[in-house]
């Protein structure tokens, strides 16, 4: 449900309200890795095609004698499921302080609100056959309770001046924000009978994260603006945060952008070319340390009924700070024929200093890791687009837009010892941060030669094809391909299904010498690991959809003005994938989305295909 509100109170007073409010429920499935073998996907992998699971006439199901669990038994009695509340609200009030003909100041005040509570329940009854033989029964029940707020105040001038050629816009503000988020995950064993309460058990486990952060900020901005010909901007940010080691330090963070549009100018006589636009700028921004990496924190522990505390495995860094990020890029745009063909082209360099990893410690201090400032990341690449529109006669309008783009790492600095960073180790491919190479490559061994670099997970490019065909104003078609070339994934799903027998491969014999395709993949196993590394290129169809406009002439004929439009459509995701990778989906992260150790694959859930029916109506 949403609901907003734009006021104009008086000529020296507006506000404006937006809110939202979702509630949404959803049954989950039991994917990914597991090292129980119980999720569908790694119980899938080694059970044959023709094993019959289903329950019986009594409604009793069978044992799976091929995995640790009978998948149709945890699908049909399994209870996983997400219940989500979440409130989002903004408000802005603008108040006109001053106003002449040359200049106006205003001053702004925001503040927004975001709450969220996630309940979470999942249960697994002993009658399973992965409990039977484990938990005797699981009760996993979790509430995650979230309350963000922000808050600013800033002060915008803008002057004009040489007869309204050259304006300037100054803003001068401040910013605060609260994040509080306290999650509690209760897990209870041993279910008595049926029972699905959390004291229904006869071993109960608590775990509670709270994670309160706050974060400051000061910004200043000055922008001046000649005509729409030179276009210059710079600007300081001051930030401090509850999550650096000096709480109370702000830290400075500047910014730069020059544009000029030369074919705004005098001098420009080439009518085909009615833009181009040259521009450059220069940013810093700051990443702050995850909450708690500058303090060693205690667990508890509990021995015979009596409670105490322990070292943990993580030791505080009480000089942690905060990544400083910066960034350079500068660009051309051009436009011709009146912008019906519009070439944008980017190239960019973005370094990452102070970099923050987790560092291994000796044992013998009593910990195994930190958090610590130990390193320098580089990223460069291009993006170019290309939007056009190739025809636009009566009755047929056609909009296209090309973009491509491309990103290269490295690391170019690293105070730590080099360490691998998601994935299976060297047997199997494993991420590895090491100083003078790509922050993205897998490494693992390959025979004699020991552990050398088998591939990236970096695409050697990606490019997006979005289409719209407009006919007769109403009717309306757009389709939305994307191209990833290049860039490794870590197979796993392959080697489980390999040493399952249960491969779609299995007997083949791609390479003719009489070894089936599974047996050579396996028999690789701890000699090297090049068969798990494999190139996870596809064409995706990300978007289509087809929509139609009622014509104004048929509302004002049926409905008498009172329905001003209305347009009905149907549209789909992820229809179809070309690849030649050898899984469920070449577009995986087992690992999350952290960017350094994405592409590692373990019987994923693949991308979903999802179809939608658009109704919309305007009054």
């Known amino acids: 449900m949403r609901f907003n509100l734009d006021h104009e109170i008086s000529n020296r007073f507006n506000f404006s309200l937006s809110t939202n409010y979702i509630n949404s ?80 100041t205003k001053l702004v005040l925001r503040a927004g609100l975001d709450f969220y509570n ?47 050629t050259l304006d300037f816009t100054t803003t001068i503000g401040a910013t605060r924000e609260n994040f509080n988020q306290d999650q509690v995950l209760t897990i209870a064993t041993q279910l008595i009978g049926s029972q699905t309460n959390l004291d229904q058990s006869s071993a109960v486990t608590v775990d509670q994260t709270q994670l309160p952060v706050r974060n400051k900020g000061l910004f200043f901005q000055e922008e001046v603006n000649f005509s729409d010909r030179i276009i210059a901007t710079a600007g300081l940010r001051l930030d401090k945060s509850s999550n650096n080691a000096d709480v109370n330090e702000f830290v400075a963070f500047p910014k730069f952008s020059l544009a000029l549009n030369l074919a705004n100018f005098g001098f420009w006589t080439q009518e085909s070319i009615n833009m181009l636009k040259l521009r450059a700028a220069y940013g810093e921004a700051g990443g702050f340390p995850p909450f708690g990496s500058k303090y060693t924190s205690f667990s508890p522990f509990n021995i015979g009924g009596n409670p105490g505390i322990i070292v943990p495995i993580q030791r505080g860094n009480a000089d942690i700070k905060q990544e400083r990020q910066k960034e350079f890029e500068t660009g051309v745009d051009i436009g011709v024929l009146g912008d019906k063909a519009i070439l944008e082209a980017t190239y960019y360099v973005k370094t990452v200093s102070d970099l923050i990893l987790v560092q291994n410690v000796p044992g013998s201090t009593g910990f195994s890791t930190r958090i610590v400032n130990a390193g320098e990341l580089r990223n460069r690449g291009i993006e170019l687009s290309l939007s056009s ?28 010892p080099a360490f691998p960073l998601g994935g299976f180790g060297n047997t199997l491919g494993t991420f590895f941060i090491e100083e003078g190479k790509s922050a993205t490559q897998i490494k693992g061994i390959k025979g004699d030669e020991g552990v050398v670099v088998l591939g990236d997970a970096a695409p050697d490019f990606q490019m997006n094809f979005h289409n719209f065909f407009t006919i007769k104003q109403n009717l309306t078609f757009s389709f939305l391909l994307h191209w990833k070339e290049g860039g490794d994934n870590i197979n796993l799903t392959q080697l489980l299904t390999d040493l399952g027998g249960t491969s779609f491969d299995y007997d083949d014999d791609d390479e003719g010498d009489g070894i089936p395709n599974a047996k050579e993949r396996t028999d690789a196993l701890g000699v090297t690991a090049e068969p798990f590394v494999q190139d996870a290129s596809y064409l995706r ?67 979903s295909k999802r179809y939608f029916l658009h109704l919309s109506i305007g009054f």
Do not use: C, H
């Not at 289903?54 to 038994?73: I, K, V």
């Not at 997400?82 to 603008?94: K, P, Q, S, W, Y």
């Not at 056959?129 to 979230?146: A, L, P």
């Not at 047929?396 to 837009?401: E, G, I, L, N, T």
């Open 25 to 104: 429920i959803a049954k989950r499935g039991l994917t990914n890795n597991d090292n129980a073998g119980v999720s569908f996907g790694v119980a899938l992998s080694s059970t044959p095609s023709f094993v019959d699971l289903f329950r019986d006439d009594s409604g009793l199901y069978p044992d799976n004698p091929f995995a640790a669990s009978n998948f149709l038994q945890t699908r049909d009695l399994m209870t996983n499921k997400e219940n989500i509340d979440r409130f989002l609200g903004g408000f802005t009030l603008n108040t006109n302080l001053y106003t002449t003909d040359l200049s106006s």
């Open 118 to 164: 996630l309940k979470t329940i999942a249960i697994f009854p002993r009658i399973l056959q992965f409990e039977r033989n484990g938990n005797q029964g699981t009760s996993i029940q979790g509430n995650n309770y979230n309350l963000n707020t922000n808050f600013a105040a800033f002060v915008v001038n803008n002057l004009s001046v040489a007869d309204n």
């Open 389 to 416: 529109t190739p025809f636009d006669v009566a009755g047929f309008k056609w909009d296209s837009r090309i973009s491509y783009w491309v990103n290269n790492s490295e690391i170019t600095e690293l105070d730590v």
């Open 541 to 607: 169809l990300r978007e289509i959809g087809l929509y139609y406009t009622l014509p104004t002439s048929l509302l004002e004929g049926v409905f008498s003005g009172i329905v001003r439009q209305a347009k009905i459509g149907l549209s789909a995701n992820n229809l179809f994938t070309i690849t030649d990778y050898d899984s469920y989906d070449p577009e995986v992260s087992n690992f999350g989305g952290n960017g350094l150790s994405t592409g590692v694959d373990v019987t994923p859930f693949p991308s």
